[in-house]
């Protein structure tokens, strides 16, 4: 245990009886707990990103169906039965990205709180020296300016 964990996220393996694909379980215990995450972020990403298109494909179809014209009944009934399966298909995505979004909340509320004070707590001493870095490099400037007779430090 020289190593501290980074993450308390739990990392799925193959047992060693198991025949499913044990070389992808291989791949994702040799990462590292940033690439695990980055991957499950990416995945997460892919899924919002495919249910954002369906909904904005089945918009465009709508509005396309919904032209006026001279129709036929057959038309109308073709035209009616696409609406109806592109509505559906919609309202399956937004229940989709709701139970997403209900994941998300979860995972958010169930995190290491602790963890996250700590990686808030680091990124503020890091702002905090950039800072000071940056307020002394200002000053170092001004008295430049305001004396030039002065050498720089």
Known sequence: ??????????????????????????????????????????????????????????????????????????????????????????VRAANSLLSITHSMKLLLLLSDEAQLAHRRDAELKVVQEEKDEARQNVSELLDQILHPSMPAK
């Open 1 to 90: 245990m020289a190593d501290i964990p980074q993450t308390d996220v739990s990392r799925p393996s193959a047992l060693p009886t198991a025949k499913l694909s044990r070389g992808n379980a291989q791949a994702s215990i040799d990462q590292s707990s940033a690439e695990y995450l980055d991957t499950i972020e990416e995945e997460w990403n892919k899924r919002v990103d495919m249910e954002v298109e369906t909904l904005v494909d089945g918009m465009v179809d709508l509005v396309s169906l919904a032209s006026i014209g001279d129709k036929d009944k057959f038309r109308i009934a073709q035209e009616s039965f696409q609406a109806q399966s592109r509505a559906e298909s919609m």
